[in-house]
C-alpha cells in the first residue's frame, strides 16, 4: 500500500530541467480525481509559490528542508524547488511510508501515510519545526495523534496546476483552510471552489471541490463535487460521512463510502471497506441513525485502492 519502495526520492533528474533553458517543467496530475496526465508548469509560477510558502514557514538559505516523496509528482518537486529558491539544504529521503528522522530539519513534506511511522519516533517532533501533510485529507484520529505527539503541523490544499498549495490549515487549532498571500477564494453554483490570483499565470481556477467559503480568504473543505451521492433527491458527501463516522465508530477498519447505481433512489450509499468481517450493518445503522446516512451494503477488499503516489482511489471495486 502507498510507498513501498526504498529508492531515495532523487532530484537529480528534476533538477537538471529546473535549470535548463525552458520556461516550463513537466509534471504529472496523481490520477486521484481522473486520468493522470501530463501537463507544464511555468517556472516562474513555482518560484512564486515556493516564495510564498518559504516566507510562510521562514525558510532562509540556513534551514533544511526533508523529502520522502517521489520527484515525479509536484511536491517533490516542489520541495527542491523551494531549496532552490531559499539557496538552502534539501534532504532527500527514501520514498517510503517508513520515514526515519535523524536530525533536524526546518520543513518535512509528507502524506499522510508517512505520518504514521513519526509518530514511533520519539524524537521526531522535536526534529521538525513543521510538518507539511498534503496529498489527501488527513482524518480526525491521525490529527489528534500528530498534535498530541507535540508536532507544529499544517495541512496544504492545492493541486498540480497551482504548484503545490494555495492554502493551508494549522492542524489542531479548527478545519479551515487560509489562503496564501495574494490567493482569494469564492464559489461557483455547484458551490465549488474557485481560486484567483494575480500572482500566477493561471489567474483564476475552478475546482471540483466544493466547500463552505468562510470568507474571501478561507474555507471548510467538504469534498469533491465528483464524489457527491444524490439518493432519492439527498446529496450526500461522502468525505463528510466518513468523519462522522470515525468519530462515532473508531473500531472501523480502513474504508470509504461511495455511490452505486439504484433503480429506486438513483444512487444508493456503499461502504468499501478492508476485510470488514466484524463489521455488521446493523451495528453502523445503529449508531448512525439516519438511513439516508447509512450504507445499504458493504464491500469487501484486501486493501483500499491507491494511486502510484499513495492516494485513496475512490472507486467502485469489481466483484
Not at 496529498?135 to 491521525?142: F, I, M, Y
Not at 466544493?210 to 432519492?232: C, Q, Y
Amino acid at each position: 500500500m502507498g510507498y513501498s519502495t526504498v529508492a531515495m526520492a532523487s532530484m537529480t533528474g528534476f533538477l537538471q530541467e529546473w535549470h535548463n533553458a525552458e520556461p516550463f517543467v513537466v509534471a504529472h496530475t496523481s490520477g486521484s480525481t481522473g486520468t493522470p496526465k501530463s501537463i507544464r508548469l511555468l517556472k516562474s509560477d513555482m518560484r512564486a509559490s515556493a516564495t510564498a510558502t518559504n516566507r510562510f514557514f521562514g525558510i532562509h538559505s540556513g534551514s533544511v528542508l526533508a523529502i520522502p516523496l517521489s520527484a515525479d509528482y509536484i511536491a517533490g518537486k516542489m520541495m527542491a524547488v523551494r531549496a532552490d529558491v531559499a539557496g538552502c539544504r534539501l534532504l532527500e529521503l527514501p520514498v517510503s511510508n517508513d520515514v526515519d528522522i535523524k536530525e533536524h530539519v526546518d520543513l518535512l513534506a509528507v502524506v499522510p501515510s508517512q505520518t504514521k511511522s513519526l509518530l514511533l519516533n520519539p524524537d521526531a517532533p522535536q526534529l521538525v519545526r513543521n510538518l507539511l501533510i498534503g496529498g489527501a485529507p488527513l482524518n480526525d484520529d491521525l490529527a489528534r495523534q500528530v498534535i498530541d505527539a507535540g508536532f507544529s503541523a499544517y495541512l496544504g490544499y492545492g493541486m498540480t496546476e497551482t504548484c503545490s498549495h494555495v492554502a493551508l490549515r494549522k492542524i489542531g487549532n479548527d478545519d479551515i483552510f487560509h489562503a496564501m498571500p495574494g490567493i482569494s477564494f469564492s464559489t461557483d453554483s455547484r458551490g465549488s471552489l474557485i481560486v484567483e490570483s494575480g500572482n500566477f499565470s493561471w489567474k483564476k481556477l475552478v475546482t471540483n471541490d466544493v466547500v463552505e467559503l468562510v470568507s474571501a480568504k478561507s474555507f471548510r473543505w467538504l469534498g469533491r463535487f465528483d464524489n457527491v451521492i444524490n439518493s432519492g433527491g439527498i446529496k450526500l458527501h461522502p468525505e463528510e460521512l466518513e468523519k462522522e463516522y470515525r468519530e462515532r465508530i473508531p473500531s472501523l477498519p480502513p474504508f470509504y463510502l461511495i455511490g452505486e447505481t439504484d433503480d429506486t433512489l438513483g444512487q444508493r450509499l456503499v461502504m468499501v471497506a478492508e476485510n470488514p468481517e466484524d463489521i455488521l450493518l446493523d451495528n453502523i445503522r445503529e449508531i448512525i441513525s439516519d438511513h439516508h446516512k447509512t450504507p445499504k451494503r458493504i464491500i469487501s477488499v484486501t486493501s483500499l485502492p491507491q494511486t502510484a503516489n499513495g492516494k485513496l482511489r475512490r472507486i467502485l471495486p469489481a466483484e
